[in-house]
């Protein structure tokens, strides 16, 4: 098939699954064509079946603001005309949903049917697209795409809830390409550039925005440091970093925490870290909870939206009330102690096994052979 994917370039969690979705697809001998404005940032270099279309944005003086949804449709059009695409993949419902239609009917006007698949991810729904300013085109949108798909149970149940959506919503989880040979790396020098031999490795991923809240990972980690040595590793950057900062100097802890910024590639990172720390206030999937287990991580998390579906209790880790900082300081000690440790990395990777490459994509294949026929 030839497959259009319209997605955010960026290190968020809906560019790097769409990204990973196109890189398995042309692996399988699709054709993939990338539509955003730059390129993405887990694409890497040349790969067969695989192409890139940037979207330049205007920069008209007249323009307050860049008109970027008109550019997208626009480049739409003419992919899909050249390119002979036969769907439109888009990740995201803002603005790439809505984008997606307008091509859609640009190209019926030119006599080219092109069908559509919309994939929710999160905020799309649960904060920015149920803002009033937003809901009546994520709405129609969502009903206009030729099908709907949603990270999680708890996803497609928040988008019923909040919107009056017509269309199915197929659940088509999260997923990650398992490196079977990691268990023969030696870390251990990795490790030693962070922490000392007898501390622990705390380590949280993310943009660093509120509902992340960054904040409780440090509280948190001031009462795990009270009583095992440990190092806590951020990676990652955004606006509640510079909070964070402050928070741990207020605490007189910057000597055992380390801010990394934004890293291309978090795996490095996560395979050293004994315990992935993810307290958001909310969350569809929690997808570094997921990149964190597959190379045998414990996830300490909150139990909102769609991470109880990812992070099982007393398992794969540990989950509590959001802001519930005590608990989860508790659940991180017990995850930490020598004779529990090993056992919960194993049980990580376990669970991740059930979010196989494998396992997921024919479920997307599935949905775009129905629409193509
Ligand atoms: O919705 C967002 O906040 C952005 C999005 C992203 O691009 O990072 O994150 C969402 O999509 C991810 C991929 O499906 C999920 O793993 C994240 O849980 C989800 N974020 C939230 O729900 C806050």
């Known amino acids: 098939m030839r497959i259009g994917i319209v997605l955010y370039p960026t290190f968020g969690g809906s560019g790097v699954v769409a990204t990973e979705l196109g890189k398995a697809l042309a692996k399988k001998g699709h054709m993939i064509h990338f539509i955003t404005y730059s390129q993405p940032v887990r694409l890497g270099g040349f790969k067969e079946n695989v192409f890139y279309h940037e979207v330049s944005v205007s920069d008209y003086p007249l323009f307050d603001f860049q008109p970027y949804e008109t550019e997208l449709a626009s480049k739409m059009v003419d992919v899909v005309k050249y390119e002979k695409l036969d769907l439109i993949h888009v990740h995201y419902a803002i603005p790439h949903a809505s984008a997606a239609f307008m091509a859609k009917q640009i190209l019926a006007t030119q006599g080219i049917s092109i069908p559509f698949v919309t994939t929710l991810h999160g905020t799309d729904i649960t904060l920015v697209g149920r803002d009033p300013s937003f809901e009546p085109v994520i709405t129609f949108c969502i009903n206009q795409s030729d099908a709907v798909t949603a990270v999680s149970e708890s996803l497609k149940a928040d988008t019923f809830k909040h919107f009056n959506v017509q269309?199915?919503?197929?659940?088509?989880?999260?997923?990650?390409?398992?490196?079977?040979?990691?268990?023969?790396?030696?870390?251990?020098?990795?490790?030693?550039?962070?922490?000392?031999?007898?501390?622990?490795?705390?380590?949280?991923?993310?943009?660093?925005?509120?509902?992340?809240?960054?904040?409780?990972?440090?509280?948190?980690?001031?009462?795990?440091?009270?009583?095992?040595?440990?190092?806590?590793?951020?990676?990652?950057?955004?606006?509640?970093?510079?909070?964070?900062?402050?928070?741990?100097?207020?605490?007189?802890?910057?000597?055992?925490?380390l801010f990394l910024g934004k890293v291309r590639d978090t795996s490095h990172v996560l395979k050293i870290s004994d315990a992935f720390m993810l307290p958001s206030e909310t969350e569809s999937f929690g997808l570094a909870a997921l990149e964190a287990m597959a190379v045998g991580v414990p996830v300490i998390s909150s139990n909102t939206g769609g991470i109880p579906e990812v992070n099982t209790h007393g398992f794969s880790g540990f989950l509590s009330n959001v802001g519930d900082v005590e608990d989860m300081a508790k659940n991180t000690l017990h995850v930490l102690e020598e004779q529990h440790l090993s056992t919960f990395k194993q049980n990580a990777k376990k669970q991740a096994e059930k979010f196989s490459l494998e396992q997921v994509l024919p479920l997307y294949e599935k949905i775009y052979s129905k629409l193509v026929q």
């Open 167 to 257: 269309n199915d919503i197929h659940v088509i989880p999260n997923f990650i390409r398992l490196n079977k040979d990691s268990a023969k790396e030696d870390l251990a020098e990795t490790r030693g550039l962070y922490a000392k031999e007898n501390e622990r490795i705390l380590c949280h991923v993310s943009n660093f925005r509120k509902v992340k809240r960054v904040e409780d990972v440090i509280k948190v980690f001031a009462k795990v440091i009270k009583s095992r040595p440990s190092k806590l590793i951020f990676v990652g950057d955004g606006p509640e970093r510079y909070h964070c900062e402050m928070l741990c100097r207020e605490l007189s802890l910057c000597e055992h925490i």
